[in-house]
């Protein structure tokens, strides 16, 4: 059976910040990650971890602001301040299991994300390479 985005799906990210804001979650990072926001930032990779992340269970994931902002995310402008060295996570929004699980999961997110449904067209084999990215198995 054929994935329903079979012909793709259409998304630009418009830098409005809303995948950065919300309810509480996890912003998954891996150790080459980390080094290339510390360096970005210019700190230490001891001072970005101290900073930055925070520990669960075996995983490193970004900190919050209370409001479930990233912290990394510009609060005035709503724009990354590590866009060319977010994580991996960050980079495959929207293309994660749950926003493409079903079109109605698509359409959910595209109340929420401007991007979603305009823009170029991504092709089916580029969205699964995208879930493979984030550990999905589809």
Known sequence: MGDWFAD???FECTGCGECCTG???YVWVDETEATAIA???DLSI???GRRYLRRVGARLSLVERPDGSCALLDPASRRCTIYDDR???CRTYPFWRSIVADEEAWSREGTRCPGIGRGRRHDAEAIR???RATGATR
Do not use: E, I, K, N
């Open 8 to 10: 793709g799906l259409r």
């Open 23 to 25: 309810a509480s979650g």
């Open 39 to 41: 360096a970005r930032l």
């Open 46 to 48: 001891d001072d970005f």
């Open 87 to 89: 994580p991996t996570q």
């Open 129 to 131: 390479t995208a879930l």
